[in-house]
């Protein structure tokens, strides 16, 4: 079991009632058609943050599918988002009794008010709670400090502070391994490991593990590199419905090639159970 007992748990909102469901709210505008604002409070560098954005969409087609849950969800981020309003089509692919699969994509407006495609999506849900419980499995939790060994924004030099709202939003602590970048001693190392949860307390459930699974620091800048790391292509599974408490969330990056690498993630929660992995292309600006 992960030892993270003095992880601090402050107001504890609960699922329903937190900034982050909030801010992920659409509201239906007619069948298969959500407007939302998408919030400040989640950019870096004022584009707002990829996995915030695969949660948007996901909560949209959790309301216009039949099943409850993303299993699998593959987004391509056409252009960068901003904050402000947008409007998120949804369509229903096929429905069968155990996995219904849609997509949608979400739309903001240029400075004439034409639509701009953000980002589209192509997902499969389910129910979670309906999956056996039977686990065969190679994969071991992330080796990761206690949680007061781990560093946060406030426990050091911050190089992202002012540029980095999303930042505010978590209960991120960061592995000391992989934080040699915050201080301009990058490992070399293609790795990101931290314990996650969200500022406000509020327990992980399948939507946020959309958000956790790209909401640490680009492995890019363990690398060495500096600057914004958009991404390209991102697919997430999510593998179980998380127990409460904080999440670990390790990332790895094997191959940086022709100014694209790849992230691979995973998120462990406090009973030890793999809940999700992602993988996503990214952009990186080289020297």
């Not at 930042?167 to 970048?181: I, N």
């Not at 699974?213 to 593998?239: C, N, Q, S, Y």
């Not at 990056?253 to 462990?268: C, I, K, M, Q, Y």
Request: hydrophobic residues 40%; proline residues 8%; negative net charge.
């Amino acid at each position: 079991m992960a030892e993270a007992a003095s992880v601090p748990s402050p107001s504890r909102a609960v699922t329903g009632d937190s900034e982050f469901d909030r801010d992920t709210a659409v509201v239906r505008r007619e069948p298969g058609v959500y407007d939302i604002d998408l919030s400040a409070g989640w950019t870096i560098l004022g584009a707002v943050n990829g996995g915030y954005l695969l949660a948007v969409l996901g909560r949209a087609l959790g309301e216009a599918l039949p099943h409850p849950d993303p299993f699998t969800i593959s987004a391509h981020y056409l252009t960068a988002s901003r904050p402000g309003r947008a409007v998120i089509r949804t369509e229903t692919v096929r429905t069968g009794r155990t996995l219904s699969t849609g997509q949608a994509s979400l739309f903001q407006y240029d400075d004439e008010g034409n639509e701009v495609e953000r980002i589209r999506v192509l997902a499969s849900y389910g129910d979670l709670a309906g999956l056996p419980d039977d686990v065969r499995t190679t994969a071991k939790p992330p080796a990761i400090p206690p949680y007061e060994q781990c560093f946060g924004p406030a426990d050091g030099p911050d190089p992202l502070k002012g540029v980095s709202a999303i930042t505010d939003r978590l209960l991120l602590k960061l592995d000391p391994a992989t934080v040699g970048w915050a201080i301009g001693q990058p490992s070399g190392k293609g790795e990101m490991r931290a314990w996650f949860g969200l500022a406000d307390g509020r327990d992980a459930d399948p939507l946020s593990l959309l958000l956790a699974v790209d909401a640490l620091p680009p492995t890019a800048f363990e690398m060495g590199l500096k600057g914004w790391v958009p991404t390209v292509e991102l697919t997430a599974h999510i593998r179980h419905r998380p127990a409460p408490g904080p999440l670990r969330v390790a990332i790895t990056t094997r191959n940086l090639a022709g100014g694209f690498l790849e992230e691979d993630a995973e998120v462990w929660d406090s009973e030890d159970r793999l809940v999700a992995q992602s993988r996503q292309l990214a952009r990186v600006r080289l020297a």
